[in-house]
């Protein structure tokens, strides 16, 4: 049985900055990436003059990841419709729309060799398929290159339009992902433009067409431990196979503050929590990210 640490809000064990503000504790520091196998995959990603989500989220497993030799590929572009307080990536009116990207996507991951690869994309909201068109073809492209190769795709929320959501999943991925991001309480602050209940409907029908079923909630917002399980509960209801749990770091001053940096102990309760509830797999950590240790999830 975890005895779980006595966490003040707003408080860490290593207590408050001159601001007043909760100090990052020491387990949420990162090496710089590094390394011959980094640089190889940062040669191809500028080659092919793609985006990752490593990057564009400032993702702090980046090095370890890139190093080696896997990396989540973000489609459709760099610019997003949507507004979320926590997420680094630009928000505008997207211009790019490149009917190429999945032959350069495929083709890259072919050079790399990678085993397993995520595929994930900014929303698109002002497209009518919401950019399923691009992400069928991408997962096919790189199941025709890379027969071998497993993939999950980290697909956006598509307003309801379930065709789109059809033409999405349907191309051979192995794992399907949609993130909820954090609990039913705190959306309208942290996803404005999304609704909970309509997440969990994406994950539903996700289920129901008979794939393997993902998302992921950052901690460390504001929420409560009821909040947590409660969210738990109803992603077990809906079909959810795997859920990864994380810690919410503020990408710039203009986003979303840390209300608390969550203990390692309390991570692995929660992870306890989760099977109990249901679910097939939890990954839980502070440093925890929807794509991280992804090769393990296939075959949950």
């Not at 992902?177 to 994406?202: C, F, G, I, W």
Request: glycine letters at 8%; one cysteine or more.
């Amino acid at each position: 049985m975890i005895t779980l640490p006595v966490i003040q809000p707003n408080a860490t064990p290593e207590g408050l900055n001159a601001l007043g503000k909760p100090r990052k504790p020491n387990w949420l520091r990162v090496k710089l990436p590094v390394g011959k196998e980094y640089a190889k995959v940062r040669s191809i990603v500028d080659e092919y003059k793609l985006h990752t989500i490593c990057e564009s989220g400032n993702c702090p497993n980046m090095g370890e990841c890139w190093g080696a030799g896997t990396a989540t590929f973000m489609i459709l572009g760099n610019v997003c419709t949507r507004s979320c307080s926590f997420c680094a990536v630009a928000t505008g009116r997207p211009n790019e729309y490149d009917e190429d990207e999945p032959r350069r996507v495929a083709e890259a991951i072919q050079l790399m060799g990678v085993k397993h690869a995520v595929i994930t994309s900014v929303n698109r909201d002002e497209l009518k398929d919401r950019g399923a068109a691009i992400w069928h073809e991408t997962v096919k492209q790189v199941k025709i290159m890379s027969p071998t190769t497993t993939i999950e795709t980290l697909i956006p929320d598509v307003k309801g339009t379930w065709d789109a959501l059809i033409t999405m999943i349907s191309p051979g991925q192995e794992v399907v992902s949609h993130n909820m991001e954090t609990v039913k309480e705190l959306y309208r602050r942290v996803r404005p433009q999304a609704k909970y209940d309509r997440s969990l409907e994406q994950i539903r029908r996700t289920k129901e067409y008979g794939q393997r079923t993902k998302t992921g909630i950052m901690l460390g917002l504001g929420e409560t431990r009821e909040q947590v399980y409660q969210a738990m509960d109803d992603l077990a209801a809906n079909g959810c196979d795997i859920l990864t749990l994380g810690q919410y770091l503020q990408p710039t001053k203009l986003h979303i503050e840390v209300a608390e940096f969550i203990h390692p102990d309390l991570f692995d309760h929660y992870r306890e929590e989760g099977l109990k509830r249901g679910l097939k797999y939890v990954e839980s950590g502070p440093l925890v990210r929807s794509s991280y240790h992804a090769e393990r999830h296939v075959h949950v």
